[in-house]
């Protein structure tokens, strides 16, 4: 078995899209794509995933798995659009059922909330393959309930947004049902992980304009994340939620959920209606 992952950045949400390979068995596992959004004029796009599609169609890669860390906040899932035009199924952590309830509430959906809208909830420890590597699901929450994290063949751990790049730390903890502790213990179950375990991010934010950084070691990160080195529990949640409190609300929190809730699909048009509409509530995100 022979892994190989290849990273596609996007540059307008900063999101490390992955096609994770069984190079042997010739299958792969897509993670965390992007439905490309123009946040001025509402319209959407599909060049992120066009570059994707011609990447394993040029491989030869059947697509076993759409994989998603979490529901997004920042960028519109793609995970349908793919399935489109790919196949695969789509897999989310099983705690996703409760975020739908929260965001169905905010934007009054017409949504069944028990993740019905993704092929697969994975439950922590649950094991599944990619071709013929092993991967195995881990619940870390913290950043939202339903993180989920997948360590992929005991050499690489995909992370979602629980960790970022060792000079940009770790994820907020503001959104509904985030939390800070919980970030911590979820932190340290990957930490647990062997030194030279790979570990690839979902964002990088390329502080002081460095180059773009998608993946580095579980060791790596011991030694050197701003967040987690020299910190303990209590020290990493009083710095983590004065950090959060300082955060402006993601530019594209509103559409992102909106769709992402439906796995990465836009709500039904109403009877009589010839387009689709997304809605603002007022005075629910956000600070005061």
Request: glycine share 8%; with cysteine.
């Given at each position: ?9 996007e540059k307008v949400t900063w999101t ?273």
């Open positions: 078995m022979k892994l190989e992952v290849t990273c596609f950045f490390c899209q992955y096609v994770i390979a069984d190079t042997e068995k010739k299958v792969c596992a897509l993670l965390d794509l992007v439905w490309d959004f123009d946040h001025n004029s509402g319209r959407m796009d599909t060049h992120s995933l066009n570059e994707i599609v011609e990447f394993v169609k040029s491989k030869g890669y059947k697509v076993e798995w759409i994989l998603e860390t979490h529901m997004h906040a920042d960028h519109l899932s793609g995970a349908k659009e793919a399935k489109k035009v790919l196949g695969g199924h789509i897999g989310i952590g099983e705690n996703v059922p409760g975020v739908q309830k929260v965001f169905k509430s905010i934007f009054d959906l017409d949504i069944e909330c028990n993740g019905s809208q993704f092929d697969r909830l994975f439950k922590d420890g649950e094991e599944f393959k990619i071709g013929d590597l092993p991967v195995k699901v881990m619940y870390t929450p913290g950043h939202t309930p339903a993180c989920v994290t997948y360590l992929v063949n005991n050499e690489a751990v995909f992370v979602g947004d629980t960790i970022f790049a060792e000079d940009y730390g770790t994820a907020r903890c503001d959104f509904p049902g985030g939390s800070a502790k919980q970030m911590w213990h979820s932190i340290q179950k990957i930490m647990a992980l062997p030194d030279a375990t790979k570990l690839y991010y979902c964002h990088d934010y390329m502080p002081n304009g460095r180059a773009m950084q998608y993946v580095s070691t579980v060791g790596g990160h011991r030694q050197n994340n701003i967040h987690i080195k020299g910190f303990d529990e209590a020290k990493y949640i009083e710095m983590r939620e004065a950090r959060d409190k300082t955060l402006l609300v993601p530019k594209l929190i509103l559409p992102s959920l909106q769709v992402n809730v439906y796995g990465g699909e836009l709500p039904a048009k109403h009877p009589g209606e010839t387009h689709h509409h997304l809605k603002i509530p007022i005075n629910v995100l956000g600070k005061k």
